[in-house]
Nanobody, 115 residues
Framework: VQLVESGGGLVQTGGSLRLSCAASGFAFRNYHMSWYRQAPGKERELVAAITSTYGSTDYADSVKGRFTISRDNAKNTVYLQMNSLKPEDTAEYYC?????????WGQGTQVTVSS
């Protein structure tokens, strides 16, 4: 089982990034997919989630209207489009796959937003 995130980097305030999470080794289409983030000294928090069957989405209040989560089941990949980035979005971003009690995590990708 692997979840491999990519697309992080350094961006200025107001800029955009698109994170990708490529999954392998499990039935991706059956799993709810989420993006979490963790800033230094803070707890990991849920940023966005997308369900397996209908692709329903949910977002943290802090990113609503700026971030969009999507998935491509044919490519076993989940995306996080991040627009209008703010310095407070700086964090390590993690991909998560969940199916009942089964939980998989990626290794994370760093996003840094400069002011």
């Amino acid at each position: 089982v692997q979840l491999v995130e990519s697309g992080g980097g350094l961006v200025q305030t107001g800029g955009s990034l698109r994170l990708s999470c490529a999954a392998s080794g499990f039935a991706f289409r059956n799993y709810h997919m989420s993006w979490y983030r963790q800033a230094p000294g803070k707890e990991r928090e849920l940023v966005a989630a997308i369900t397996s069957t209908y692709g329903s989405t949910d977002y943290a209040d802090s990113v609503k209207g700026r971030f969009t989560i999507s998935r491509d089941n044919a490519k076993n990949t989940v995306y996080l489009q991040m627009n209008s980035l703010k310095p407070e979005d700086t964090a390590e971003y993690y991909c998560n796959a969940r199916f009942f009690r089964t939980d998989y995590w990626g290794q994370g990708t760093q996003v840094t937003v400069s002011s």
